[in-house]
């Protein structure tokens, strides 16, 4: 049976960056009491609170908006931040892409630098690379679905290449 990996645009959703350069433990659990979770580690990405958190980098996170207002989450984040970070909406900053169907890893195994048949690579993980040139950012949601990241302006070349791979693939499950 084929299940050739799906993709599309995802509606926009605020997107906010929460950087921090001190007082990690006290702010992950400020955030905790205010969002019902810590902020997760590398490489990982939680859902809480009508938020999707995802690690960025050392001391960063993105943070999905996906009920409250984003004004509200954003003054919410300052105070959590404190003096020990900064937060900044990057809504413009990046457009989200879902991936759907069994087979999502096949794609991402053409052009991406990073070993996405790992089985390790699983719900909750994140992962970033570069493909065709493009700084693309993988947050796994489901054992059938990954969303990506990409700049905005490379959003359509993203889908003309992923379109051209499927195109080609021979998937079977």
């Known amino acids: 049976m ?49 938020l999707r958190v995802i690690w960025r980098e050392p001391g960063a996170w993105m943070i999905r908006v996906e009920t409250d ?14 003096a020990d ?22 794609l991402l195994t053409h052009g991406g630098v990073f070993d996405a048949e790992n089985p390790a690579f699983a719900p909750g993980c994140v992962a970033g690379t570069v493909i065709e040139h493009m700084a693309v950012r993988f947050d796994v949601i489901a054992e059938t679905r990954v969303d990506a990241y990409v ?9 003309a290449y ?3 791979v499927a195109g080609n693939l021979d998937v079977r499950g």
């Open 85 to 106: 970070g900064a937060v900044t909406d990057i809504s413009g900053a990046a457009a989200r892409c879902v991936l759907v169907g069994t087979d999502w890893r096949v």
């Open 2 to 50: 084929t299940d050739a990996p799906r993709f599309q645009a995802a509606p926009a959703q605020p997107l906010i960056r929460l950087e921090l350069w001190s007082g990690l433990a006290e702010t992950s659990a400020r955030f905790a009491a205010a969002f019902g979770a810590a902020l997760p580690g590398a490489g990982q990405a939680i859902t809480t609170s009508g």
């Open 162 to 164: 992923w379109t051209s």
């Open 69 to 82: 207002p984003a004004q509200t989450i954003l003054d919410r984040l300052v105070e959590i931040a404190g």
């Open 151 to 159: 700049a905005p302006s490379y959003a359509a070349d993203l889908f």
